[in-house]
């Protein structure tokens, strides 16, 4: 090998020592610094993607970092999270749109399973029956009785002045 | 029906049922990742099993915001209790070939 080559990777060899000495020494030491600052860059962009939880996160980080710590580890595993947290809520926020459009169109008399319970389709509201033949809307406003000739609904407030359950 | 998630969230809160948690210190303490953490407390509150409210301190003394800070309820407390107990029941003991966990 040339003189010339060798004192050129002799050098290089050299600088490449020296980076890594001071990255060593840039992250051992100056952790302190740059840990913190680092953690709450992560947590400002978890907040920005999934913006609910952003004052919620960044009042933690702040308190871990009053209490001593970095808090880097934690706001690693919420940027992370934060992704995860907005692809779970895609199926959520679809799942009630279109339930919400569904029951607009569903035809009168449909039966369904909602949450493990039977419930009917009646005058475009979704209902469950209870054991006692009796169901109401979420909204509590009409109900629907079980009779021997079937499933009749009631709307509360065309129901003069009986109580929700007497619809005679 | 719980999953593990939720039952090592439940059983952290079941502890120290009289403690307040928040979200950083429960995934540390859980392991659970925030990715299902927060839906968890947000279903466990909507069910009255916990109580969330803001810290009462000194924003401008303190120089931070206030966290949420996380309770279990009476009914959470009871009913948890109730739902850790089904999940042993249900899971039943460990076979014979799954070696002992030594405990810390």
Known sequence: ??????????FAAL??????????VAIQNEYASWAPALARLWVSVAGFVCPSRRDQW????????????????????HLTGAFVLVVR???????SRLRGSW??????????MVDENVRVMLANKLMMINDMGVGMDEAELDYIVKGQDGLRFVEVKSSTSLP????? | MITAATMKVLTEFLNTPQREQYGFGLMRTTGVKAGSLYPILDRLVAAGWLHV???????????????????LTALGEREGRRAVRQFF?????????????ERA
């Not at chain 2, 409210?53 to 800070?69: C, G, M, N, Q």
């Open chain 1, 103 to 112: 029951t607009k169109k569903a035809p009168t008399g449909t039966f369904v």
């Open chain 1, 15 to 24: 600088m490449l020592f020296c980076i890594k000495k001071a990255g060593e």
């Open chain 2, 89 to 101: 029941e249900n899971v039943g003991p460990a076979p014979h070939w799954v070696p002992r966990l």
């Open chain 1, 89 to 95: 809520a895609v199926p959520v926020g679809l799942r």
């Open chain 1, 1 to 10: 090998m040339p003189l010339g080559q060798a004192v050129v990777l002799g």
């Open chain 1, 164 to 168: 929700p359950g007497s619809p005679e």
């Open chain 1, 58 to 77: 960044r009042a933690d980080v702040l308190y871990i970092q009053k209490q001593g710590g970095s808090g880097l580890y934690e706001a690693g595993c």
């Open chain 2, 53 to 71: 409210e803001d810290e009462s301190i000194d924003v401008v003394a303190e120089r931070r915001p206030k966290r949420k800070l996380y309770r």
